[in-house]
Each structure stands twice: as C-alpha cells, then as structure tokens.
C-alpha cells in the first residue's frame, strides 16, 4: 500500500485542519488506518486509529475530543483536528496495517505532513 498524507500547514492555536491520507496499491477496504505524529525531539505517538469499515475508532487520550478520524469508500482517511494547541505542532504520519492498535507496528507508512500551531 502506498500513502500520501496532505493538509498540514500553520494555524494559530484554536483552530482546525483536516488532513487526508490517500492510499493507492492495495484494496483500501482491508486495512485498518491510523495516525501517528512526532514533535521536534520527540518520539513518534499513536494519534489514532479507525478500522476497516469505519466502526471502530481509538484515539490517544491527549486528543480524544477534540480530533476525529474517519475514512471514505474509496481510498482515503481523514483527521479532522479541532481546537489545535501549540503542543499539537509535529510531523503528521498516515499508516495502514491489517490490525487496529495504537503502537506504531503498522506496515504501511506514508511520508508525513507537517502540521504548525502557533500560540
């Protein structure tokens, strides 16, 4: 499976952006999706997670509430991040694997998306 991830880019704190992580290669239909990101000088962290037909979700508890991941019928998922800190400033990583988990043991990675909230 190959991802793309867009929709990163600079926001002050409070506001919203939606990223999108377009597969492409593999039947998008059998693969559980997940984000993840990693701050400057940071490990990456389990954003969160949605299953293969949209049911099932997990988030991370710094975002629960606030962010929402969803995925479309065809080939792409999305995280809709509202209420943005500053803290929230990090690469933005898509991943697709055939197992929900919130470790980043995914197979699948796509190349990151910057996202930027200023204070």
């Known amino acids: 499976v190959q991802l793309q991830a867009s929709g990163g880019g600079l926001v002050q704190a409070g506001g919203s952006l939606r990223l999108s992580c377009a597969a492409s290669?593999?039947?998008?239909?059998?693969?559980?999706m997940g984000w993840f990101r990693q701050a400057p000088g940071k490990e990456r962290e389990f954003v969160a997670a949605?299953?293969?037909?949209?049911?099932?979700t997990r988030y991370a508890d710094i975002v629960e509430g606030r962010f929402t991941i969803s995925r479309d019928n065809a080939n792409t998922a999305y995280l809709q991040m509202n209420s943005l800190k500053p803290e929230d400033t990090a690469v933005y990583y898509c991943a697709a694997d055939l197992i929900l988990r919130s470790t980043d043991r995914y197979e699948y990675w796509g190349q990151g998306t910057l996202v930027t909230v200023s204070s």
């Open positions: 290669g593999r039947t998008f239909g059998n693969y559980v």
């Open positions: 949605i299953g293969r037909v949209g049911r099932n």
